[in-house]
């Protein structure tokens, strides 16, 4: 599969897929939106997947949705072709996600980011949801995953305001699971994406539908859902395999064909 806007990759088990429209700092536009879909759900069916990381190039992660495109749209365009509502890919995803970004990670940028389980910033990396400044609010979860990560206080600030924060802040807000030098980025990702996509695979998507509901359900629901699935997972393979390593005092070896 050849992509326009993407260049995809598989390093053993973590598919990796980089943003490619640098002359426009990575701005998402329809096409990489569909081949987004595309390269996720290759993935997502491939058993020998077992993490994806997502990012940009050193400049930018990405500076929003494509405001060119967006410019001319009008209200019942974006209303009858329900606009956006399948920009949602990495969110989709059952398997766990890392994105990498560097540079600006913005609007629709910022929002790709926070649709991801894990987020490792370069320390030159800035966040912002600077919708409001041209006159729109937030449409891909910037107004609702953000003030989940990271709180109302900051929220209103970013929301309102349109200012960009970097990637100190961010972490110091709840935004970013890590801040690494920029040149250490992705040897960061992927050393994460390698030890996640080494645990048992229905294991770890397991662990990553329980941390979302978390954000979903009553504590009650919540503690009732994860013990139920701390149950399931007895039946297995992974649970064999890790009890029996430790016992053995060896590495376990999971996900062998
Ligand atoms: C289209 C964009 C773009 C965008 C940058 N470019 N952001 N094109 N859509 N979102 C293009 C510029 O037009 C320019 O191309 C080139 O990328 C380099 O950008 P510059 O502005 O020259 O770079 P710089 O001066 O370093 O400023 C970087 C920047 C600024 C601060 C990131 O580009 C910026 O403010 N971009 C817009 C950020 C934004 O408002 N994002 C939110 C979009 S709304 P040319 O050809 O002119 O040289 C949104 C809604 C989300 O995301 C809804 C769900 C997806």
Redesign the pocket.
């Known amino acids: 599969m050849t992509y326009e806007t993407l260049i995809v990759e598989t390093v053993g088990r973590v598919g990796v897929i980089r943003l490619n429209r640098p002359?426009?700092?990575n701005?998402?536009n329809s096409t990489l939106a569909e081949e987004l879909r595309t390269a996720f759900a290759a993935f997502e069916k491939d058993e020998e997947i077992g993490c994806v990381v997502i990012t940009g190039t050193e400049r930018?992660f990405a500076?929003?949705?494509?405001?060119?495109?967006?410019a001319p749209r009008s209200f019942i365009d974006n209303f009858s072709s329900n606009y956006?509502a399948n920009?949602d890919s990495p969110a989709r995803s059952r398997k766990p996600t890392i994105a990498a970004v560097a540079g600006?990670a913005?609007?629709?940028?910022c929002?790709l980011a926070m649709q991801c389980d894990l987020v490792i910033a370069a320390d030159n990396a800035k966040f912002g949801q600077?919708?409001i400044?041209?006159g729109?609010v937030?449409?891909?979860g910037?107004t609702q995953r953000l003030t989940r990560a990271v709180g109302k206080a900051k929220a209103m600030d970013l929301v309102l305001t349109g200012r960009m924060m970097d990637a100190e802040e961010a972490e110091r807000c709840g935004l970013v699971s890590r801040v690494v030098p920029l040149a250490d980025l992705m040897t960061v990702a992927m050393q994460a994406a390698e030890t996640i996509a080494a645990m048992s695979l229905p294991t770890a998507m397991t662990a990553k539908e329980l941390v979302q509901r978390a954000h979903e359900l009553p504590l009650a629901e919540g503690l009732r859902f994860e013990r139920r699935a701390f149950h399931a997972l007895f039946g297995t393979d992974g649970q064999r395999e890790g009890m029996q390593a430790f016992l053995e005092k060896r590495k376990p070896h999971f996900n062998q064909p």
Request: charged content about 20%; proline content about 6%.
């Open positions: 002359k426009a700092l701005a998402l930018a500076a929003g949705a494509d405001i060119k495109e967006m956006m920009w600006f913005l609007g629709g940028g929002e600077p919708e400044t041209l729109i937030p449409g891909l910037g």
